[in-house]
């Protein structure tokens, strides 16, 4: 998987981005526009080296100093990187693994650092097994219930036409759902787990009329 050949050569210590409402999960692509100082320094350093940067969600806004963490985050590699001509940096990340949280580093540079743990998310590793057929076609139709409601569309043959990982990784991402219900779409433990969590989060979206009104295409 890209520069690593196992587990046992990511780092223990990583960078950390806290980012509400994202998560990063394992082949999914997750695009950044990078321009705060400090995370501007921490893609400059993960350019330089290894090219990785965990993606977490804060718990909070922290108040006057640093929010704490959810134990659980993704780590992804950069696999675009553009600079702008006003300084900032348009990235985009590819999971690799989930990982838990161990401790906060105490470090000198701008952003934050944390000891990863990789061990219990072993499977994210390879891709998932497929979903059996009726999890797909109940995510399906719950997708199809839930975009009504949403006033969103879809291109059902690109829908239709996706692999389950992504499929099930990229309505994670990009449905408007709460910091928590993200959370635990990404602590999911298997897709199988996911897909079904999905399923019930667009049916109750939908029930209750939804969340959002903003209108365009989900694809």
């Known amino acids: 998987m890209e520069s690593f050949a196992t587990i046992s050569e990511l780092p223990a210590v990583i960078p950390v981005f806290p980012l ?80 838990h949280v161990t401790e906060e580093v105490g470090v000198a540079t701008p952003y934050r650092q944390v000891r990863a743990d990789y061990a219990p ?49 990229t309505l994670a991402t990009v449905c408007p759902f709460e910091i928590l219900e993200r959370q635990a779409l990404l602590e999911a433990p298997d897709l199988e787990a996911r897909a079904s969590m999905l399923t019930a989060l667009m049916r109750f979206a939908g029930t209750v009329g939804g969340s959002t009104s903003a209108t365009g295409t989900l694809q």
């Open 121 to 169: 998310f072993v499977q994210d590793w390879n891709p998932a097994p497929p979903l059996p057929a009726m999890v797909r076609a109940s995510l399906e139709d719950s997708l199809r219930a839930y975009l009504e409601t949403q006033n969103l569309a879809a291109d059902w043959d690109a829908v239709r036409g996706a692999d389950d990982e992504g499929l099930v990784s």
């Open 20 to 99: 509400s409402g994202a998560i990063l999960l394992p082949r999914a692509l997750l695009p950044l526009n990078i321009f705060e100082p400090r995370y501007l320094a921490m893609t400059r350093d993960a350019m330089a080296g290894d090219r990785l940067i965990g993606i977490i969600q804060p718990k909070g806004d922290g108040g006057a100093g640093p929010p704490e963490l959810f134990g659980t985050g993704g780590l992804g590699r950069i696999t675009r990187f553009s600079e702008t001509g006003d300084g900032r940096y348009l990235i985009a990340l590819a999971g690799i693994i989930r990982f």
